[in-house]
Every structure is written in C-alpha cells, then in structure tokens.
C-alpha cells in the first residue's frame, strides 16, 4: 500500500550515489496522468490523500492486455531508461516507501515500456468526497472517550479509491548506466 499524497506517487529507481543524476521535476502543467523523469516515473491519482495497492510486474513480450480492459483504465504507457542500476521501488512524495514494500529489479542494460493501469479511478473522487461527508458526520457523533489502541488500523487505511498496476516491458537496449568517474575512487 502506497500513502498517496498530493495526488501524486512515485515508481522510482533507488538513487545511487556512485551516479551523476540531476533530479529533475515533472511538468505538472501538461495534465498527463502518468510523467516520466529521469529515474522516476510520477502517476497522478484522482483523490488528493488516500491509501493505494501498487503493483509492479514484468512482461516478456508487449502485449495487449485485454482481459484486465474491462475492470482497469489504460492510463498511459511511456518509455522508460534506467539511470542507475535498474531497482525500481513505490514512494509516496512526504511518505516514504509503500508499507509493505513494492520493488522490481530491470536489467539496466535494457529500455522499457512501462503500461501504466488504474482501477476505480471513474468514480474515486466522488467517492472521496462522500467519505469525507459520512466522516465529518461521525466526528460530530463521536463522544471524546476514545477507545482505540494505537497503532490500530483505522476505516480510512482500509478505503481504497483506486489500484494502480505497473506492466514493464523490455522495449530496446542501451548502454548500462555506468558509475561516475570519482579521482578519490581510482587506483593508481
């Protein structure tokens, strides 16, 4: 499950510091659900602040995934290079990994079309906004003796909006990405 915040969350390649990559931020202003940067790729959720199943796979060939059409929305498919070594892992943008974690390991050597899928989306931010009423409704209900433990999961965590799955497929190849050239690293 990934924190969703501001709308947004991350499929990105775990930096390396032995690499030069400038961190580079997505246009939000083109409106695309699915942005890719280098080592990143951003999908924007219809709700603002939710919880959301992530799923990342490899297929071995490009496909159509035609049995998932009728249950799942087509958000985009881009083109992705990775920039270091190839381990892609979910993260929301103030909340960290997904909890439990979801990654997937590319070959570097490779270029990908990343299929990118959403379920729920249709309806999602009108089914936000009608929990957020019924929530609203139950706080003036709720008496100040609160008996829940912490750490307990609470009715928001269980919600979910919309599901997103992740489909990378090996599209071309590419020179690996290769570590940057440090002097204090060098042997004489």
């Given amino acids: 499950m990934i924190a969703v915040d501001y709308s947004q969350f991350y499929v990105m390649e775990e930096p390396d510091s ?25 999908i924007c959720s ?14 071995s ?35 960290g990994p997904a909890d439990p974690e979801v990654r997937l390991d590319l070959s570097p050597n490779r270029t990908y079309t990343v299929h990118v899928y959403a379920k729920g989306r249709e309806d999602a931010h009108s089914r936000w906004d009608e929990y957020l009423a019924d929530d609203e409704t139950d ?10 433990e ?8 269980e919600q979910v909006f919309e599901e997103y799955l992740c489909v990378f497929v090996p599209l071309g190849y590419q020179e690996p990405p290769q570590p940057a050239d440090r002097p204090w690293r060098r042997r004489p």
């Fill in 150 to 157: 912490y750490g307990e999961v609470d009715d928001f965590q």
């Fill in 139 to 148: 706080d003036d209900e709720d008496t100040e003796d609160d008996d829940s």
């Fill in 46 to 59: 219809k709700v603002q602040w939710h919880y959301a199943p992530v799923t990342l796979c490899r297929a």
């Fill in 18 to 42: 032995a690499f030069d990559v400038s961190r580079v931020e997505p246009d939000f202003s083109r409106g695309d659900p699915v942005l890719v940067t280098p080592g990143q790729i951003t």
């Fill in 61 to 95: 060939i490009d496909v159509e995934l035609s049995p998932i059409a009728d249950e799942w929305e087509h958000l985009d498919s881009v083109e992705y290079r990775p920039v270091y070594r190839g381990r892609m892992r979910v993260f929301g943008c103030t909340t």
